[in-house]
């Protein structure tokens, strides 16, 4: 089964776009091959929902974090070799040795550069084998145990590749070009379609868990689903520097989280935060949040930044309650989601606000299954699903005033906030008095 997402969610998290500013991709894009950027691309859309598979790539990446390997092939040289393997030759030795034997003639009869092109293509190909072997034979005990590298291993000391040992690289003589030609592109196909594309696996491994160590990021562990729980001690946003980090455990006894603070307190940084580990940690990619646990989920949704729709003719309101709708599509659908609101129904006066976010808030909360963060301004609902609901947990983001400014400590706190400072900020601004003058 795929994990279920969709694009408002992952640009409500920034998660996917190569070029998009302090996107989640270009933390990670640190790839040395065009091969290996397509590869991080596919992992970015395709997230796991078996526990094995997730902690098995998640150790992966952890080996190349704490052996902090480099990229062992210069991209000049594996430019030239992908470029030359891209080509197609002859299933006949003497054919693509007539082939060669051309282009010889006509290289140094009238320049033709087909025949230099072809020989730096084999030449950098050995090349690119002889160190990828060398970078195998030393790659410590300690890895974690997966077919591609065993494969890989193997097909280099296996007997397809004995030839390597003797391989000349220093000009070798035309029909000695033309048999490597044939070897590398005709006899042993699919073990260089399968050597590519392990290189574009290390090339990931290596760009991430680069990204991992540069950022101090962490490795989660994936669970069972039926164990319902998210934990983690630490959890911030992976593209902030000096982020605050906070702890979070939601289970099936406390399966919803209601969030309350002022404007800039945090709110959305954290809600993101959060959307942001659970999403890379069913990748089995490092996460900004330590000691993290997580039970996989069917998948994963948010309604933070919700446009309106002008040529469908939607309200901001309208829009906010169809992306609730669909939402709770998928939950009576039965499916174990990670849900996150922030500031249910904002585009709607504060009466009806109050009475949708209680009522939404109390109906989610009875699906054990699913968790869900749910943000608001408006504290009196906390006070009445406090009543009515015993699963629920109250934090909020603290707002300290210092003389007439605020401060923010990004700090998770039990309870319901009570602070109100709009009209301070307002007047701090000095608004009404522009106004007035």
């Not at 000009?171 to 196909?189: K, M």
């Not at 593209?239 to 979070?248: F, G, I, W, Y």
């Not at 404007?263 to 330590?290: C, Q």
Request: with cysteine; hydrophobic share 40%; net charge negative.
């Amino acid at each position: 089964m795929s994990f279920l997402t969709d694009k408002q969610t992952l640009d409500d998290l920034n998660i996917t776009g190569k070029f998009k500013p302090q996107s989640i991709f270009s933390l990670f894009n640190g790839t040395r091959t065009a091969g290996g950027e397509r590869l991080l691309e596919q992992m970015f859309g395709q997230p796991l929902s078996d526990p094995a598979a997730i902690n098995s790539r998640s150790d992966l990446f952890k080996y190349f974090h704490h052996h902090n390997l480099a990229f062992p092939v210069d991209s000049a040289i594996f430019q030239e070799a992908e470029s030359y393997l891209g080509g197609n030759t002859g299933s006949s030795f003497l054919a693509i040795a007539a082939n060669m034997l051309q282009k010889k003639f006509l290289h140094l009869a009238v320049k033709d550069e087909r025949f230099e092109h072809l020989q730096r293509g084999v030449l950098a190909t050995i090349e690119l084998f002889k160190i990828l072997q060398a970078f195998l034979q030393n790659i410590g005990s300690d890895l974690p145990d997966t077919e591609q590298f065993q494969a890989v291993k193997a097909m280099f000391n296996g007997p397809q590749m004995k030839w390597l040992q003797q391989a000349n690289q220093q000009s070798p003589a035309l029909f000695q070009l033309a048999r490597y030609d044939h070897l590398i592109r005709h006899t042993l196909r699919n073990e260089v379609d399968e050597i590519l594309t392990f290189i574009y696996h290390l090339d990931v491994y290596i760009a991430v868990s680069n990204a991992a160590r540069a950022r101090n990021l962490s490795y989660a562990k994936a669970l069972p689903k039926d164990r319902y729980v998210f934990q983690t001690s630490a959890l911030s946003h992976p593209a902030l520097e000096k982020a605050v980090a906070n702890p979070l455990t939601l289970h099936q006894d406390q399966n919803v989280l209601f969030l309350t603070g002022a404007n800039m307190a945090g709110k959305s940084t954290f809600m993101k935060s959060l959307g942001i580990a659970v999403y890379m940690a069913h990748m089995g990619f490092p996460v900004a949040a330590k000691d993290m646990q997580f039970s996989v989920r069917d998948g994963l949704y948010t309604s933070i930044n919700v446009p309106d729709n002008l040529n469908l003719g939607y309200s901001h309101f309208y829009a906010e309650v169809l992306r609730v709708k669909m939402v709770a599509e998928q939950v009576a659908d039965g499916n174990d989601l990670v849900v996150i609101f922030d500031e249910l129904f904002k585009g709607t006066n504060v009466k009806d606000a109050y009475d949708a976010t209680l009522a939404v808030t109390k109906e989610f909360s009875t699906y054990y299954n699913s968790l869900f963060v749910i943000s608001t301004h408006i504290i009196e609902v906390g006070d009445a699903l406090k009543l009515e609901c015993d699963n629920l947990q109250f934090s909020y983001l603290p707002t300290i005033m210092e003389g007439s400014v605020p401060r923010y400590t990004y700090k998770l706190t039990t309870g319901i906030t009570s602070d109100r400072h709009g009209m301070l900020i307002i007047g701090n601004e000095r608004i009404l008095e522009m106004i007035e003058d």
